[in-house]
C-alpha cells in the first residue's frame, strides 16, 4: 500500500474488500413481453449489489450519487442465472465509484457469460445524513488498475460536463480540451 496516503487516519483498502457477488434466477414476474429481464429490474439489482460494495469500503451508510454508465450486452431470458458482482474501483474524498459486472449463465450449461457491466457512484453519510471521507482505494490486479486509472477521467469529465470544474483544471483530460 505504498504511494497511498491515509485519509484522516484511515487505512487504504483494496477493491477486493468490497467485493460483493449475488446470484438469482430471473423469473417470469422480472421479464417483459419478449421473456427478457426488464433493464430497470436489472439496473435496481445492480444498485443494491454495488450500494453494498460501497458499504463495505466506507463502512458507512451510501447513496447513490449518479449512474454514470450501464451497457446492456444481450438480453438476459427467463429461467437464466444471473449473477452480478461489484467493487469499488477508485475512492474520492466522500464519494465512492463502484464497477459492476453482470454475467447470464443457462441453467442447463455452468459457463457464465459476462452479458453487461456497469458504473455507479454513491457518496458516504454519517447517521446525520452528512457526507464522510472514506479510505482510498489500493487496485492489485491490471484490471483493477485499468479501472482505477480510469475512474478519474471519468469523474473529471463528469465534473466538466456538469460545471462543477471547468475544463482547464480536468489534468486527466487535457488532451481533449486543448
Known sequence: MLGFLKKNNMKPKFPEDSKTIQTDIVLPADTNSLDTL????????????????????SENIVVTASVNNISFGEPVYKGSILTIEAKVSRAFNTSMEVFI???????????????????????ALNKYGKPVNVPDVVPQTDLEKKRYDAALRRRQLSLVLAGKMKPKEATELKSIFE
Open 38 to 57: 426488464f433493464g430497470g429490474e436489472l439496473m435496481a439489482r445492480m444498485d443494491k449489489v454495488a450500494s453494498i460494495a460501497a458499504i463495505k469500503h
Open 101 to 123: 459486472d453482470v454475467y447470464k449463465q443457462d441453467k442447463t450449461h455452468k459457463e457464465k457469460k459476462k452479458v453487461n457491466e456497469a458504473i455507479f457512484t454513491f457518496v
